[in-house]
C-alpha cells in the first residue's frame, strides 16, 4: 500500500519555465489537496479537490493550476515559474468521517525556481 | 475554523513526558481539535484528534478541557525521534474540502 505518492523529489527550473508536479494516492480517498510550505513556517493550502471533476482555490492560488481526473491523480501546474515559488509541495488526501478526517501526506517535492 | 495559539518550542528529555498546550479559545461546538507532527522537513503526520472527551491511541493522548478553549497533546515517554513540530488545528467536520490549515507549530526537541 503506498498511500500518496508525490514526484518528482526535487525540480530545479528556470524562470518561466512550467511544469506539473505529480500526486498519485492509491486509497480511493474522496478528498485531496495540495499545500505549500516555504522555510521555516506552517502549511498553506493552494488548491483542493472534493472528486474526479471538482476542484477550488485554496489560500494561495495563484500561478498554480490543477485538474482531477481520476479519483487517484490530482497533478499540480506551475504555469510560468517565478522565484517567489521557491518551496516544498506536499499533496495530501484525506476521507470524511462523522468524527472528523484525518489528511495522509506525500513526501514532498522540493522546487527551487532560479 | 478557529484559530489556535502554541507555543513556538519546547524542550523535553528523553524517556520523559512532552505535555504540548493548545488554545483554541473561539472554538465553536462543533468543531474538532487535531494534532500532526512534521519530523524534519517530511510530510505531516496524523497524531491524534478529538471533539470533547479526552482520547489515546498508541502515539499520544489528547486531553481537552471541559470549556473546550485549550487541549494538551501528550507524549507519555518522549523519544528523540519525537523531535519534531507539533501543529494543533482546530477545524470544523463541514470545513469545505474537508482541508485542514496549519499554523506555525510548536518545535520540539527531545533531548538525550
Known amino acids: 500500500n503506498a498511500g500518496v505518492t508525490q514526484t518528482p523529489k526535487f525540480q530545479v527550473l528556470k524562470t518561466g519555465q512550467s511544469m506539473t508536479l505529480q500526486c498519485a494516492q492509491d486509497?480511493?480517498?474522496?478528498?485531496m489537496s495540495w499545500y505549500r510550505q516555504d522555510p521555516g513556517m506552517g502549511l498553506r493550502l493552494i488548491h483542493y479537490?472534493?472528486?474526479?471533476?471538482?476542484?477550488d482555490q485554496g489560500e494561495v492560488p495563484n500561478g498554480y493550476n490543477v485538474s482531477r481526473s481520476t479519483t487517484e491523480d490530482f497533478p499540480l501546474r506551475l504555469l510560468s515559474a517565478a522565484p517567489s515559488q521557491t518551496s516544498v509541495y506536499f499533496c495530501a488526501s484525506s476521507y470524511s468521517t462523522s468524527t472528523g478526517r484525518k489528511l495522509f501526506f506525500g513526501s514532498g517535492t522540493q522546487l527551487s525556481v532560479l | 475554523d478557529a484559530k489556535t495559539t502554541q507555543p513556538p518550542s519546547m524542550d523535553c528529555a528523553e524517556g520523559r513526558a512532552a505535555n504540548l498546550p493548545c488554545n483554541h479559545s473561539?472554538?465553536?461546538?462543533?468543531?474538532?481539535v487535531y494534532w500532526y507532527r512534521q519530523i524534519h522537513s517530511q510530510g505531516p503526520q496524523y497524531i491524534i484528534h478529538g471533539l470533547k472527551n479526552n482520547e489515546t491511541n498508541e502515539m499520544a493522548s489528547l486531553i481537552i478541557t471541559e470549556d473546550r478553549k485549550s487541549s494538551t497533546l501528550i507524549l507519555p515517554h518522549a523519544t528523540l525521534r519525537d523531535t519534531a513540530v507539533y501543529y494543533c488545528i482546530v477545524s470544523g467536520a463541514n470545513n469545505a474540502g474537508n482541508m485542514l490549515t496549519f499554523g506555525g507549530g510548536t518545535r520540539l526537541m527531545v533531548k538525550p
Open positions: 473561539t472554538i465553536s461546538g462543533n468543531e474538532y
Open positions: 479537490s472534493v472528486g474526479a471533476g471538482i476542484t
Open positions: 486509497m480511493n480517498h474522496e478528498y
